[in-house]
Structure formats: C-alpha cells, structure tokens
C-alpha cells in the first residue's frame, strides 16, 4: 500500500479523495494555486505545497511542479481527480518513468481512449455496440457521401480528438454534408490541432447511459451499473441517477457484462466509464472517460462501495476488494450539481459565501469543498458541490431530494439549487421521462 498520496486537484473532489487516504491510513500532499490557499483541501491534507500562481495552466496542470513536489514531499502515488491532468497521457508517463503511480490507468489505455477514432474502433473489437458509421477518418467529401447514403441521414460528423461534445456537427440530408464536413474539419483543426474527424448516424432521442467499470490491470474487469446523465446543458451534466430509470434488471446486466469483459480483455487498471447513447431498447457506444467521474457517488450510493479505495487499491497492487457477484444495486441514487453560477442563464457567479448550511438525515451526502465566509475564486470551474441523495426506491429517493433541497442554503452568492427545486417538482421528472434534449427544451421554454 502507498505510504503518501499527492492529490492533483482543488475543491470538492481533491476531499473526496482526502476522505479515502485517512480512512486508509494514507498520508496526503495536496498541491493548490496562491488563490486557493484558504481551500478546505489545504487546510485538510497533512501536507501542502503552493505550486503557482491561480491560471490552472500555471498550477494544476503545471506537470514540472507536480512531479517536483512529489519528489520534495517523497509522495509515492499521484491521485489526479477529475479534469485537469486526468487524462493526460504523457502525465501518466512521466509519473511512470519517475517511480511515482499513477492512480489510473496506463499513459496507452488513456491515449487510446483519447482519441474518439481509436476508441470506438477498440470497443467495437471489444463487442461493445456501437453507433453506426464510418470504420475510421473520412476526409473526402466522395466517401463521406458514401458512408452516410449506407447509414441514412441524419448523420453527425466528430473531431476525433474532440469528446464532450466539442467540434460536432449534424447533416440532415446530403445537401448539408460538405459544410457540415468542412466546418467539423476546421473547428476540430483549429480547437485540437487534430482536424480527423469522422461519421456516424445521428441519434434523434436518446438517453446518455454510462457504465461504471473497473479493470484491475490483470485480466479482471467489473461493472458497477449505469447512471443516466441525460440531463445536460451545454454539454454540462446536471442532474445524474443510479440506475437509469430506463433500464431493467436485465438489461443492467446484459450491457454490464459486455463492458465488464471489455475491459477485463483490454487489461484495463483502474476506473473507467464506458458512455452510451440509448434509444428504442438499444446502446451505442459513443466514448470512453479513463478517469473517476464527478457523477461516481451516486453509484457509490446504490452500490456502497467506496470507489476512490478500490482505484487506491488497484494502483498498489491489491486488487479488486469485490468480484462481480458481491456488487448489489440498492435502491436508487440522485446527484445535483450545484454551480456557483445563475440558476436560468448559468453565468458564473464568483464570490464570498456569507452562509453555508447543508442538509443532512438518512440517504443524503454533500461532497463539496467550501463554507461559510469562503470566498469563490473565479479562475476555475464553478461546481462548488454536489447533494447526492439515496432512497430505497426512486419515489423515495425524490421525496427526500425535495427536503434536502429546502434545507440547502447557500447565502451571497447565486446557485442553481432554484432549478433543482423546480426539476423535483416536474411531472416529466418525477417519471424520470426525459432525453438528452429535455435540459434545454425546458430551459428555452422556463425563459
Ligand atoms: C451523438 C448524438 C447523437 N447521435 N452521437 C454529445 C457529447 C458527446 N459525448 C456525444 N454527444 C452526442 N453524440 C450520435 N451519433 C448526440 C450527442 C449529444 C449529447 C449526448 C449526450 C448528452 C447530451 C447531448 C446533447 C447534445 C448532443
């Protein structure tokens, strides 16, 4: 087992993975910008090191300086959290070639998922089911007219070095394809430096279900059920559930274990998250995230196990703590994100917190990193924490979000628990009737 763990990251994730070091008995180094030297994950770790001035390019993606302090605290492992290193597959390398883990899986495993062409080629390998659409690149307008006449309109066209829903565009019929194809080409050239892009057919309605998995980078790979994350804005996730109120019991397992044998056949170590789009009863493949995802509690909620112990676990060499048969799913889990930004137009909104009081009772979890009288520094994202709320049953599970949410207050600055307050009193939501377009059809209408 690691003896000192340096935590890459800031806010509410950098305790998330704080929480799991102490349990384990782990000494922690934290690393933090001059503008979060007054951060709760400072104050918490047993150690701190100011890497840099607030921009994230010049601190918490400052690789130099994050191997430096490694070396000056003699961390033996690196946690990255989520964003900003990651999925940085050269700093899963440099990690490697200094003798320091990585807690995550290989610098290979990540570039291959990097990059959307490979992936998806690897997961069709694999025998995960995946979009209809083009083997590889497609660079001519003559053979992206091909494929899409094969798959039928409406086709959408990808950056293959993009994801997250950067460098997208729709053609709806073949009088749209060359625009729609140069346009992708030049914003993914542009904006990644990588203009590849490729073809698929564009789903109208579906849901965005992901699987939890993890490899323990020996040839075993399990699966930790779905979240369903349609509910999105921009791209942003907003609301996240365990399970997906679309799935079955039997479909949970069919698709989990595809993805479990996945990554077991890949050799994959470490989490993973296998993203889906799902519509009419079927799943299809869209991208793979190598890293732990914001969204893991509520899988944590159904499951009760401590996924940030099981990546400690793996990275040093223990293993799995569970095989596929132990992992139960348990009622049912919802997680709010709130933002420090306008609940109706999502402009940040930076600031000092006067008050900060959060609910509690049966079935509820705040993960999140600030307090009464912090001050919200506004160089980084505004996700100042997440209300994650379990219930024996959806029905349950709601009820008690609506109380949570009366409790939550957060004074001085704006929020979106309001938009939470109104989500849990939809009738769409209520049954859980939504797609990955419900967000912003609403938002439209709400204006
Ligand atoms: C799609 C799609 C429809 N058809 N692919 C957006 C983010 C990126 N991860 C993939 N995305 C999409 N890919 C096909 N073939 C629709 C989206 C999409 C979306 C996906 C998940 C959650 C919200 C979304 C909002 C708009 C578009």
């Known amino acids: 087992m690691f003896q000192k763990i340096l935590i890459a990251n800031r806010g509410e994730i950098a305790l998330r993975v704080l929480r799991a070091c102490k349990e384990l008995g782990i000494q922690t180094v934290v690393v933090h910008s001059t503008a979060d030297a007054d951060a709760m994950h400072v104050r918490l770790a047993d150690e701190s090191v100011c890497i840099g001035p607030p921009p994230s390019r010049d601190s918490y993606l400052n690789v130099h300086q994050i191997v430096a302090a490694c070396e000056i605290t003699g961390a033996d492992a690196v946690h990255p959290g989520y964003g900003f290193l990651s999925e940085n597959a050269k700093f899963a390398d440099i990690l490697a070639a200094h003798n320091i883990t990585f807690i995550g899986p290989t610098g290979d495993h990540i570039r291959i998922m990097g990059d959307k062409i490979e992936a998806k080629r690897t997961a069709k390998r694999l025998g995960i089911p995946v979009v209809p659409g083009s083997d590889g690149a497609i660079s001519e307008e003559k053979e992206a007219k091909r494929v899409a006449a094969e798959i039928g309109y409406p086709v959408i066209i990808k950056a293959s070095a993009g994801g997250g829903g950067r460098g ?3 053609a709806r019929s073949e009088a749209d394809l060359e625009i729609a194809l140069q346009t992708a080409k030049s914003e993914a050239g542009a904006a990644f430096g990588d203009d590849a892009v490729y073809i698929e057919k564009y789903l109208e309605k579906p849901r965005h279900i992901e699987l939890q998995v993890f490899g323990d980078g020996a040839g075993r790979g399990v699966h930790f059920g779905e979240r369903d994350c349609s509910l999105q804005r921009r791209h942003q996730k907003v609301w996240e559930e365990a399970n997906s109120p679309a799935l079955n019991a039997e479909e949970r397992a069919r698709i989990g274990g595809i993805c479990a044998k996945a990554v077991a056949d890949l050799g994959y170590s470490g989490a993973g998250t296998i993203e889906f789009l799902y519509e ?5 493949f869209i991208e793979m995230n190598t890293r732990l995802q914001v969204e893991h ?3 944590e909620a159904i499951t009760g196990i401590d996924l940030v112990h099981e990546q400690i676990r793996v990275a040093s060499g223990g293993g799995l703590s569970v095989r596929q048969e132990d992992i139960k799913f348990n009622g049912h889990a919802i997680e709010c994100r709130i933002n420090a930004e306008d609940p109706r137009t999502f402009t ?6 006067t008050h900060f009081h959060t609910p509690g009772g049966l079935g509820i979890r705040v993960d999140s990193g600030v307090y009464s009288g912090y001050k919200i ?21 709601m009820m008690r979000l609506r109380r949570a949410l009366d409790e939550f207050v957060v004074d001085g600055i704006k929020t979106t628990l309001p938009l939470f307050r109104d989500l849990v009193g939809n009738p769409d939501i209520a049954n859980g009737d939504y797609d990955i377009h419900w967000l912003e059809k609403y938002l439209a209408k709400e204006e």
């Open 297 to 299: 509690p509520v899988t």
């Open 377 to 397: 520094p506004p160089y980084y994202d505004s996700l100042i924490g997440k209300l994650i709320v379990h219930g024996r049953n959806r029905v349950e599970c």
């Open 168 to 170: 997208m565009k729709v």
């Open 280 to 284: 009419d009863g079927e799943f299809y």
């Open 348 to 353: 940040p909104s930076p600031g000092t917190i």
